[in-house]
């Protein structure tokens, strides 16, 4: 796979699974725009671990859920790295608790970074694509957003919301050649799951095959696949990585 030429952009990229998405997608030859909300620090490391690579990246700050913030990401991105090929939607949050002590603030949180944040960045990076006529976007949905988990309502509602506008606008963009596909991540051992205790990581542990959790660059190799023109006859689907956690 040869991501050379194109250009990434990779919202909350700094760290987690964006961060490994960011480094994958580098070391297959892309310029990558590392988007970030409040750790600059974060973001600009992994913008010199690129740049060690010999290529180009920039850190952007831009809140997901601010439509001035995220149009001004695009246009930064296609001004600094001369273009914008790639999308991927991977900022994201939990705000866990079970309904009947879930208030407004939890579920608006959640459903605005999550999924308005995914209709507002990719409405204005395709605004682009389809000028261009070419485009990759890749959503991180969640094991969540399927098999549904007590005590992630406002979680799985918004990761279901993901994999329907994905599919929606994969019809409206293929005309233009823009390719719209969604990976489902299903237990990844990240700074979002490090607050799970040792119970409750056991007992997800029993429910996946492989008996081990996802590392964040397992979830990286799908997103660079579907990033590459290995790809380019997929889009519309739903690839889990989860190690069999759901079949
Ligand atoms: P993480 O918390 O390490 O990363 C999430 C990133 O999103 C952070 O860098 C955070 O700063 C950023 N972010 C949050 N709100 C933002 C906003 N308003 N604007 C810009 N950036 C914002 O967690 P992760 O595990 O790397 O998660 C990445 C994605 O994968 C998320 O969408 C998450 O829901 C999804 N996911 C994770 C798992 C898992 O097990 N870790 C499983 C399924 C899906």
Known sequence: MDLTGRVVLITGASR????????KMAELGACIAVNYSTNKEKA??????IKKMGKEACAIQADVTVQNEVEEMVKYTIKYLGSLDILVN????TRDTFLLRMNEKDWNIVL???????????KAASKYMIKQR???????????GIAANAGQANYAASKAGVIGFSKSIAKEFAPRNIMVNVV???FIDTDMTNNLTEQQKAEILKQI??????????????????ASKES?????????IDGGMNM
């Open 16 to 23: 987690g699974i964006g961060r490994a998405c960011a480094l």
């Open 44 to 49: 600009e490391e992994v913008v010199a671990e």
């Open 90 to 93: 991977n900022a994201g949050i």
């Open 112 to 122: 605005n970074t999550n999924l308005n944040g995914v209709f507002l960045v990719t």
């Open 134 to 144: 070419y485009g990759k976007i890749i959503n991180i949905s969640s094991v969540v």
């Open 184 to 186: 489902v991540p299903g």
């Open 209 to 226: 095959p492989l008996k081990r959790y996802g590392k964040p660059e397992d979830v990286a190799n799908v997103v660079a696949f579907l």
């Open 232 to 240: 380019n006859y997929i889009t519309g689907q739903i690839i889990h």
